[in-house]
């Protein structure tokens, strides 16, 4: 089965500063997707990646996949108070199930 | 905008009885989903069921049981509440497509005692 590892598990940084979280997957990935949780709530939709060298943004969050497909990384630029949380990524294992890294928990720093 | 509810955000149970989660979901999807999320293990498939009446296991189905009467609504069961079902249960919701983007509800954290 395909497994989905993360990238760092825990981050902390100065407020203004860049961050990059990584997932690595086992096998080729043919739907990446990226999550963001508060702590003690759900999940909500960041953005997904389908094709090798994708690159998507979403205000100061941009995420990529590789070319090969196994491996995407997610950049915040100026990282603000507003972006803490957990990152999680997923990808799809056969028909509408999806698999799950452990996640990253961001912490901003003011 | 999509939208996944579930009925409790905090609940706490007693050990043997019987719990229900429901989860509704108002964008007319043809799938939905249970999971639950513990430190460490991450995000874990309970069931999932893609049409009124189907459903299918997800990876850890034991002592859980789930019910689709109609096509908004899908229902976790708890036949018999153990400690070790205590966690944070996810509902999510999807279009019929099979890499279409699944949306989560806002989670219910249960406790059994």
């Known amino acids: 089965s395909q497994e989905l590892e993360q990238s760092p598990q825990s981050l902390i940084v100065q407020e203004g500063k860049n961050l990059t979280i990584n997932c690595t997957s086992s096998?080729?990935?043919?739907?990446l997707y990226w999550y963001k949780q508060k702590y003690g709530e759900g999940l909500i939709f960041l953005m997904m990646l389908q094709k090798g060298g994708e690159e998507k943004s979403h205000e100061k969050i941009t995420a990529k996949l590789d070319e090969k497909k196994q491996q995407s990384s997610l950049h915040i630029t100026a990282s603000q108070p507003s972006h803490a949380g957990i990152y999680l990524c997923g990808a799809h294992q056969g028909a509408q199930k999806l698999v799950f890294g452990q996640g990253t928990r961001l912490t901003i720093n003011p | 905008d999509v939208k996944v509810t579930q009925s409790s955000r905090y609940l706490v149970k007693r050990t043997g009885e019987k719990v229900f989660l429901e989860c509704v979901q108002d964008?007319?999807?043809?799938?939905m989903f249970w999971y639950r999320q513990d430190p460490g293990l991450g995000l874990r498939l309970i069931y999932f069921s893609y049409d009124v009446k189907m459903k299918e296991k997800g990876d850890i189905p034991e002592g859980y049981s789930v019910s689709r009467e109609k096509k908004e609504r899908f229902s976790l069961i708890l036949e018999s509440a153990s400690t070790n079902q205590t966690s944070m249960y996810l509902c999510?919701?999807?279009?019929?497509?099979?890499?279409?983007?699944?949306?989560f509800g806002p989670g219910t954290r249960l406790t059994v005692l």
């Open positions: 964008m007319d999807h043809e799938n």
């Open positions: 096998k080729t990935l043919y739907g």
């Open positions: 999510a919701s999807s279009p019929s497509g099979d890499t279409d983007t699944q949306y």
